[in-house]
C-alpha cells in the first residue's frame, strides 16, 4: 500500500516561502508520476505542478514562476518550492502519486499566508 506524507506547512506572511515535501512509501515516485494540489475553503482541488517519470515538470498559470517541483527518487521524496506567497495561496495542500482518480493522496498539510 502506498503512504504519502506531506510536510513543511505552516504560516508565512505575503511575499515569503516555503518548502513542503512529500515523503512516499517505497520506490513511488520511481513509478508513477506525481503532482502538488491544493484546496481551500469552499473551492474545488486545484492542480498546482506535476513531474512526470522522465522529470518533466508542468504547472498550472496561477503558480507559474513562483513554485517550482523537484523529485529526489534515492530519498522517495517530491517537493514543491514556493516562493513570492500570497494570501490567495492559503489553502490545504496535498500529494499524489498515480493520477488524480485512481491514484494515491497524502493527509494535506495546511498552508496560511497572512497579508
Known amino acids: 500500500q502506498v503512504q504519502l506524507v506531506e510536510s513543511g506547512g505552516g504560516l508565512v506572511q505575503a511575499g515569503g516561502s516555503l518548502r513542503l515535501s512529500c515523503a512516499a512509501s517505497?520506490?513511488?515516485?520511481?513509478?508513477?508520476?506525481s503532482g502538488w494540489y491544493r484546496q481551500a475553503p469552499g473551492k474545488q482541488r486545484e492542480f498546482l505542478a506535476r513531474?512526470?517519470?522522465?522529470?518533466?515538470?508542468t504547472y498550472a498559470d496561477s503558480v507559474k514562476g513562483r513554485f517550482t517541483m523537484s523529485r529526489d527518487n534515492a530519498k522517495n521524496t517530491v517537493y514543491l518550492q514556493m516562493n513570492a506567497l500570497k494570501p490567495e495561496d492559503t489553502a490545504v495542500y496535498y500529494c499524489?502519486?498515480?493520477?488524480?482518480?485512481?491514484?494515491?493522496w497524502g493527509q494535506g498539510t495546511q498552508v496560511t499566508v497572512s497579508s
Open positions: 517505497g520506490s513511488t515516485f520511481s513509478i508513477y508520476s
Open positions: 499524489n502519486a498515480g493520477g488524480v482518480n485512481s491514484g494515491y
Open positions: 513531474i512526470s517519470l522522465g522529470g518533466t515538470t
